[in-house]
């Protein structure tokens, strides 16, 4: 839906005014349209705002907002306020005139698993900010596949009303950020919005590669740091330990560190007064030209672009036309408000606050994060420095099983795209699998991500490649070219040479697991660049590694290798030369491209042959025997074949059970129907993985 | 009539017991009900041939113990006579309610070909309850001249009294399960039996004059390797039996063996080793005379299971007692798999009147389990009978279809004198041991389209 189609027709009716949006639905039928208040569990008032009659669209309108009654005729009914009164009330607190000197940004940071969530949650609940009713684990956490594998992947902000003990009241901003190494770039984009960060440190677990890799990124954007140890509630937490980790790791001083227990409650009341005390407020710069950072945004069917943003400089206000500097674009600022941590709109957000803009900004590229809002009648002289875009890292094929999915699958990215910019695609086609899309993500988790809610959220069954990264291919014509799918490769005879991507990689450890990681690092063709002893039990590993070995299953090594004490932490460190050559795999005769990969001389023959007798294992006998080939170039360098169907499942058959034979038949198809037709031969999708699987099995 | 006549004609030379199926298909009576049926019927009966029954299987659920691979509907190890009762009780009212039905609907019934009593373990039964059953019959259909009346028998629940009379109330075929003459493995498999019991009861019978026995066999048992299997099949051989069964044994995961065993992982067979067995059981008994006119089943040319043959050329039957299957006016039912919802289905059965309360299959059902039944007969589909029941749209998908399999060696095409293409077949036994696989494609190449409530093509 455009948003040109975005009107607003009323204000909710109770305390929150609101203003309703609708989309359109079916072309020109005319509906009348409620808005129905909806406090707590009890319908309060339903009310009529007039007939409608819908514009050319024929969009679908997500239930969950928008609701087609069933009774006698169709009717709208948009739900509005679902709060409490009470929880009203609390908003309207939030948006008392404030003075700079009152607010405190700040974000917490940590290792993943370290209790980062956990805390905002006590935060939220001492604050008030979320009734206990209402309150869930990981609140901030929305997604479904957040809260199921208990991990955060996009940031989360919070307004929270703080009292301190010494009288004064504060506003306090939090922005949770994801834990995980591919989301790091979400951790950098919350960090310039704040001034401070809490430090989450495990106090069993002690500093980790993350835990290093979040208060550098902090630091460099200078922010107070306040150190919390969590956890220390556990019988194994070893506090002392972990203060003196933190000292000669991270060079913070531990002397008044806090000692909580996120899980318990113990001691949180204290790290909202140690953020009052030691976290800077923001400079008051309410006088200077308007400029407001956008650190996110999502896309909303019904107001078009939401972006969140910090204000640097200047007041932003309702009603105002703004303009964002990089993109160049006009807006009406249709709505200014806080996060609280629902959106509550406010008249005006002065030089330090956080909330949210809806202008009606239609799509996400014309907001992107990083751009500057300010004022179209006075705009500031230059622009806040952005952030760096987020480089997709990996890349893989992603193809819908039945081919008829193939408009579904575009839609799905492209709706997932206007939440996740780092989220990239291109349409490609393979002939074994037809068409689908190249798409890049941010790391295997990021990957595993998409394609859980694409067959999670928009039901479509996907066969996705291996992974693979990019690579610079040099060609004899001293032309270069960036491939990012291994069958694009031109032909050996062609290339002069290859270069990959590396990363600088950096592993803690305890020590004893030190020469298993060693020679985990060397045989993925690991480059030793340093070694430290930072205590006397842990020391830190650093190595220049190829991406394309990291992708694959590399952490999941390091964890098991270490029995799980191990933790890692990569940055991008730029593209090296590499003896690199095309392997490609041929199933009865017929080189199955979405199979194809690049690998180091070295290892092909090794890989190939894996590759080959896993590809035996995986894919299921068929009425002729079926070579299975690695290849290089037209050279077989390994070979295997699939023996022939000798037996089906000879039921007998008696009256009676021929609808049980039946079902046996429809399962029995139904598993075909999941394989992908290479020439005569039926391929399950998991060997389109076998890569994969392959190196799991090798390590 | 003439029309099935000139059938006759064309399918004469392939298979005698085709010709007797389908002269004795029409008798005139039928075909003058069907015609009276027409007129107030939908079209879908119109172009359907279906006839009343001729065939009927009764279930009897009592067993001396529970095979450890079984899992149909059972009642193991009891002893209690008034359960024996109360059963026979229901099962008795079951057979007067429904052909009561069928007698005010359709004034006259036509006479039993074929009469099934399975299980279980039917022979655990005295013979006053199986008298009973046969004058309950009696009472609403007459038994034809030629009729054959099989009861399944296990070796060690009957003597020689027993089997005389049992042959004194018309039984006169028996199939003995034997499934082995391993003694080591019928003990693994939880037969109450060993195989010198076998020997005895095959004397039993003989010396009661029963001249049509059947003999089942089972492989890929689990540690049956070919050699053992071998001598089974060499020592059912020497007992001449008429007819022979011999099953692949499937695990299903419900049964103590599905807990135990993982099907193609030692102890039990692999893939190759089974299908080894199944080949080798297929060429020695058809080199010892024996036709291979089933998947899994071998008989002497004369002694061909008749009433197997009416599920397999998906004709009518009607079913009593707990779990058992009919098919009656194209309507496929399951009885409940349980004593006491049996018993209450029973009594719900006689407030209906004996009518069924479950849905006719549709024309596009009935094509797709001709196709599944009718390929697993070595005699295959006759297209004839295909085309004219079906269509010939659908008909031509089929053929099209099942060109790859000829091609590969797993299909045969046969044609009658004229050349003229006539009917699909497995071929024995690379086809026979692909079957789920060709029927997939078959079936999804014709009958079953993604949207499958309608047809591909409409009906001709």
Known sequence: MAADDLQSVGKCCLRCKRPIFYGTCAKNTSVPLYIVNYTGWLLKRKEFIGNHRWQNTNDRLPSSRLHLSSSFRPSLVVWCCMREDSSIKREEQATKMISPQQIRNFCIIAHIDHGKSTLADRLLQLTNTVSNRDMKDQFLDSMDLERERGITIKLQTARMNYRAPDGNEYILNLIDTPGHVDFSYEVSRSLVACEGAILVVDASQGVEAQTLANVYLASESGLEIIPVLNKVDLPSAEPLRVKQEIEQMIGLDTSNCLEISAKTGKNVEKVLEYIVKYIPPPKDRSSFPLRALIFDSYYDAFRGVVVYFRVFDGILETGKKIRLMNSQKDFESVQVGVLAPHQVPVERLISGEVGYLVAGIKT??????????????????????????????????????????????????????LNDSSLSYEPESSSAMGFGFRCGFLGLLHMEIVCERLSREYGLDLVTTSPSVGYYVYLHDNSSMLIQNPCELPEPHLVDYLEEPYVRLEIITPTEYVGPLMELTQSRRGIFQDMKYITATRTSLVYELPLAELVTNFFDLVKSRSRGYASMEYQWSGYRRGDLVKLEVAVNGEKVDALCSIVHRDKAYSIARALTERLKELIPRQQFRIPVQGMIGNRVIASEHIPALRKDVLAKCYGGDISRKKKLLKKQAEGKKRMKAIGKVDVPQEAFRAMLSLKQTED | MK?????????????????????????PQTLFRRMMLCHNTSLLENTTDWTLPKSAYIHIPFCVRKCLYCDFAVVAGTTNLNLYD??????????????S???????????????????GTPSVLSYIHLQRIVDKLQQYVDFAPTSEFTVEMDPGTFDLSKARQFRNLGVNRVSIGVQSFDDNLLKLCGRSHNSKQVYMAWDILRTAGFTNLSLDLMSGLPYQSEEIFRDSIEKAISLDPEHLSCYDLIIEQSTPFGKKYQSGVFPLPSEDEAACMYILASSRLREQGYEHYEISNYGKPAYLSKHNQTYWKNQSYYGFGMSATSYTEMKRFTRPRKLVSYFEWVKQLEKRKGELECPQESLREQAVDTLILGLRMKQGISLNTFTKLYGQSISQLVIDASQPWITSGHMLEIYNRNGQLEGLALKDPEGFLLQNSILISLLEKSLWTTNSSTYPVTLS
Request: glycine fraction near 6%; hydrophobic fraction near 35%.
């Open chain 1, 364 to 417: 996400v590229q014309d907001a992107r994060v990083g751009d500057t809002i300010t004022l179209a009648h006075q705009p500031a002289d230059c622009a806040l420095p952005g952030y760096k875009e987020a480089k997709p890292m990996v890349f893989c094929g992603l193809y819908p099983s039945d081919a008829d999915q193939f408009e579904d699958l575009r839609e799905a990215l492209e709706k997932l795209k």
């Open chain 2, 86 to 99: 109360t059963y026979i009780e229901h099962l008795l009212k079951e057979i007067e309610t429904t052909l």
């Open chain 2, 3 to 27: 029309q099935s006549s000139s059938f006759v004609k064309r399918l004469g030379f392939i298979k005698p017991c085709l010709f007797k199926y389908f002269s004795t298909r029409h008798k």
């Open chain 2, 101 to 119: 039905y069928f007698k005010r609907k359709y004034q006259k019934l036509p006479a039993l070909e074929t009469l099934y009593i399975g299980g």
